[in-house]
């Protein structure tokens, strides 16, 4: 016999009372089935944060104008359409099929940054299938001339307007970092929330800059990495540097791109001649975007060049001429036997940096 642990939350009839909260885990199918199917009673989603939907589409337009770069490792010469939707179109598309695939209420939640952006969002969000809404109200509030009152009143009519434009439930989160919590918390509920969601819990970048600029130590590399890369490329600074900014999905799964960008850190370039057809497995420099033959394609059945028609990088393994290619002959070693492959490029990637042009 199973206990009955159902129950209400911002009146949807939840089966279990544990609520999955936001976190790239909750933003994926596969996870968030795995979540569903561990007894999870709802799931909210990652924040759909405007600024980075504002950030991406200029980082685009940034992109469309930058030439192609030497040492990036492009998903294909074709970007596929998909890749142009914006952050809030791809999120919408994911809410949708998470929705498909758990049977239990999801929840988005939206991070706007402007008035209009929290309205335009949270309706798209409701669109899309959501279950209810999740506002995180977090922001940094950097302007001296404006008091905690103004951001406090800020906060409650941006509550009260999605009320008045959504009709799912709302759901707020909250930080612990308010003079008098109990007073807001009864504020944000006058203005319409359902529920409120306690606490937010913000992590800081626990990387200075200056760690990466003064680096000296050869043991250590830094690369950024990040859902959402410009350009939709993962790359490193340049041939014998060690800092650079990988896309997450480019390292996943049967990914070989960490260890062809490592190849550039320890100096290594692609290949002259990118066309190998008729030659056995790829080495590991060959980039994406190679022609092969047929069976070392994304898909067997493309037309060489054409989209689906080049390199799957699963298939590029470190061979006997990669290393040779080292040169490791000709290092010289320090008295304790120690010799550095490679250089620094002490690099700090700030988000969305644009990739090098070599
Ligand atoms: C990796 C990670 C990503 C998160 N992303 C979000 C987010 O997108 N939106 C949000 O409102 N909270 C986000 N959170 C906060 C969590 O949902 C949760 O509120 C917080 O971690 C507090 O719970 P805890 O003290 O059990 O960690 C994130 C937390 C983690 C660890």
Redesign the pocket.
């Known amino acids: 016999m199973t206990a009955d642990l159902s129950t209400k939350y911002l009146g949807l009839d939840l089966r279990s009372p544990v609520v999955a ?4 885990l909750t933003g994926e199918v596969d996870s968030a089935v795995a979540i569903a199917r561990a007894g999870a009673g709802a799931l ?1 989603m ?2 759909l944060w405007e600024e980075e939907v504002l950030e991406e589409e200029l980082a685009l337009n940034r992109g469309l104008e930058t030439g192609s770069e030497h040492f990036a490792e492009a998903l294909t010469y074709f970007p596929a359409v998909d890749e142009l939707l914006t952050a809030a179109d791809r999120y919408c598309q994911t809410l949708s099929e998470i929705k498909q695939a758990v049977d239990v209420p999801v929840i988005a ?1 939206l ?1 706007a940054s402007s008035a209009g952006g929290w309205i335009h969002y949270a309706k798209e969000l409701e669109a899309a299938g959501a279950d209810a809404l ?1 506002l ?1 109200l ?1 922001h940094v509030v950097a302007d001296p001339t404006v008091d905690g009152a103004e951001v406090e009143a800020r906060d409650i009519a941006t509550i009260e307007k999605v009320r008045a434009e959504v009709g799912v439930p709302l759901a707020v ?1 909250l930080s612990p970092y308010y003079a008098s919590f109990t007073n807001f918390g009864v504020a944000a509920v006058d203005a319409g929330a359902d529920g409120l ?1 306690l ?3 913000f ?1 800081q970048p626990d990387l200075d800059p200056e760690k990466v600029w003064y680096n000296d130590n050869p043991q250590l590399n830094f690369f950024r990495i990040e859902e959402y890369v410009m350009g939709d490329i993962s790359f490193v600074d340049g041939l014998n540097c060690n800092t650079g900014y990988f896309k997450l999905a480019n390292l996943l799964q049967t990914s070989t791109t960490a260890a062809h960008e490592y190849g550039h850190t320890i100096g290594l370039d692609h290949p002259d001649d990118l066309d190998i057809r008729g030659q056995p497995a790829p080495a590991i420099m060959y980039p994406r975007g190679t022609i092969s033959d047929p069976h070392f394609q994304y898909d067997p059945n493309a037309i060489a060049g054409k989209t689906g028609g080049t390199l799957d990088p699963k298939y590029r393994k470190v061979t006997q001429a990669d290393i040779d290619a080292l040169r490791l002959h000709r290092l010289s070693f320090s008295d304790k036997g120690l010799a550095i492959v490679g250089g620094f490029s002490s690099i700090y990637h700030e988000k969305h940096s644009p990739p090098p042009s070599l």
């Open positions: 909260s936001a976190s790239p909210v990652p924040s939640s991070n999740e995180n977090y989160k969601v606490f937010n819990r992590y």
